[in-house]
């Protein structure tokens, strides 16, 4: 098959006998090959630093440099290194193979030249450049990947940490107001029983003493309530537990409390943003706590299981309840809806009067 017109490979042809020059540059043209020829080792050396070829044919017998010092000149030089040298010599030439090959030949062919031996040897060095050169790019490409991924890799855990942090700053945030919802109405009812009891000191001393008290009181579960809140403040909530064991701990203190073992079927979800856990394990928080100190409860259900659209987060107990709407405002309430809120998803309270509540919190898709 004529494949002049194809271009399969540059080769660059070295040998000081024209006819040779001919015939290999007649043979490997009508093939499909770009042929370049040079008469001697100097000129051959210029050549293929100026133009690097996909390979070199070298007859080894020149005048000048012969074909062993071209070879270890192109070694030498990392523009040409990596070229293909296949050795020209003549069956009745003596030829070192052995040193053919420690200078950095890869093959060699014998005059008078068998044209297929001569194009199998050929393309089977053409071949394998190119397929190192294909595995060179390929390598290239890995490691431009590898590094692509590190850096979105360190950008992702940046961002985590960002967020994070925000979350921790919006956390904290809110517990302040909730201190001062709660230090307020604390501080109201303390001064009313203070000035009940200077109103009653001069008439009714046993009353008063009595308000006294009750101011005492409000004023030591001020006192405590500002104190656990700052706690909340200053620690990061899952204290750099997983969700499952903060959750586990909660769950062991609310029953050291309470005697109560909640029943809970739990599925955390994986790979959950900070701030997601953040918020389930907030809402369970300050949901036990209402249960331990006002529900009465004796059945405390947990559920936290994958919903169609996202997660779902369930709380619920056979306590006293309460009037949705007029509890829907307490501070405890209003911060649960905030941090769901905050992060695209929906609280839902079902509760009556002795007939237990239930808390549902409904997550997006993360």
């Known amino acids: 098959m004529d494949s002049s017109h194809v271009h399969k490979g540059d080769i660059l042809i070295v040998d000081d006998t024209i006819d040779n020059l001919r015939l290999l540059s007649k043979m490997l043209t009508k093939q499909g090959y770009e042929v370049r020829c040079v008469t001697n080792g100097a000129t051959a050396v210029m050549g293929a630093k100026a133009q690097p070829p996909d390979l070199i044919l070298l007859d080894i017998t020149m005048p000048g440099l012969n074909g062993y010092e071209v070879c270890q000149q192109l070694k030498a030089d990392a523009l040409t290194r990596e070229i293909p040298v296949i050795f020209i010599s003549a069956l009745n030439e003596t030829f070192d193979k052995v040193k053919a090959f420690t200078v950095g030949g890869v093959d060699y062919i014998s005059k008078p030249f068998q044209l297929e031996e001569v194009f199998v040897r050929i393309e089977t060095q053409l071949t394998t450049r190119r397929l190192q050169a294909q595995l060179q790019v390929q390598n290239s490409r890995l490691q431009q990947a590898e590094t692509d991924l590190l850096k979105a890799l360190e950008q992702e855990r940046e961002l985590n940490l960002r967020l994070q942090e925000m979350a921790t700053i919006e956390e904290r945030n809110r517990i302040a107001r909730d201190i001062h919802d709660s230090l307020g109405h604390s501080l109201v009812a303390l001064n009313i029983q203070l000035e009940a009891a200077m109103a009653l000191w001069q008439d009714n001393t046993t009353k008063a003493y009595e308000c006294l008290l009750e101011a005492k009181q409000l004023g030591s579960e001020t006192l405590k309530a500002v104190r656990e809140s700052v706690a909340l403040i200053r620690a990061e909530p899952l204290q750099s537990q997983l969700l499952e064991a903060a959750i586990a701990n909660l769950i062991e203190e609310f029953h050291r409390l309470t005697g109560i073992l909640p029943e809970s079927k739990i599925q955390i979800p994986a790979n959950a943003p900070h701030a997601m856990n ?89």
Do not use: H
């Open 278 to 366: 953040t918020t389930i394990y907030r809402i369970l928080q300050e949901g036990l706590t209402n249960i331990c100190k006002y529900a009465k409860a004796t059945v405390v259900q947990i559920q936290i299981q994958p919903t169609t659209d996202g997660w779902e987060l369930i709380l619920e107990d056979n306590g006293k309840g309460f009037e949705v709407d007029s509890a829907r405002n307490g501070f405890g309430l209003q911060g649960m809806q905030e941090r769901i809120t905050a992060l695209g998803g929906r609280l839902e309270i079902t509760s009556q009067p002795n007939l237990g509540c239930r808390i549902t919190a409904k997550f997006p898709q993360t």
